[in-house]
Nanobody, 123 residues
Framework: QVQLVESGGGLVQAGGSLRLSCAAS????????MGWFRQAPGKEREFVAA????????YYADSVKGRFTISRDNAKNTVYLQMNSLKPEDTAVYYC????????????????WGQGTQVTVSS
């Protein structure tokens, strides 16, 4: 079992930055590939980014490539999402996710989900 708790969301102006954090419980954090999804009101959940077990490989949605960076610190059981050059269309609830497999961009591939953190980007 893995429990995930996100933090770091908030309100930011377009062009600004935020860093999301996700703290994971359990001693097997490094066994899981980690990722982020987001869901805006009235829209389906959308894959954002994923990172492999050691952090050596990453994978991004085209909509955030070059603006967002996913990273992890296995010693701290934490995964991060650095979001730069934010746009109003990035407004959503952001969810931290965990899977035994890396490179998945479908929500049903992820076994564990956090409760989500709201990110709002004003124009």
């Amino acid at each position: 079992q893995v429990q995930l708790v996100e933090s770091g969301g908030g309100l930011v102006q377009a062009g600004g930055s935020l860093r999301l954090s996700c703290a994971a419980s359990g001693r097997t954090f490094s066994s899981y590939a980690m990722g982020w999804f987001r869901q805006a009101p009235g829209k389906e959940r959308e894959f954002v980014a994923a990172i492999s077990w050691s952090g050596g490989n990453t994978y991004y949605a085209d909509s955030v490539k070059g603006r967002f960076t996913i990273s992890r610190d296995n010693a701290k059981n934490t995964v991060y999402l650095q979001m730069n050059s934010l746009k109003p269309e990035d407004t959503a609830v952001y969810y931290c996710v965990a899977s035994l497999n890396f490179g998945q961009n479908s929500y049903y591939e992820y076994d564990y989900w956090g409760q989500g953190t709201q990110v709002t980007v004003s124009s």
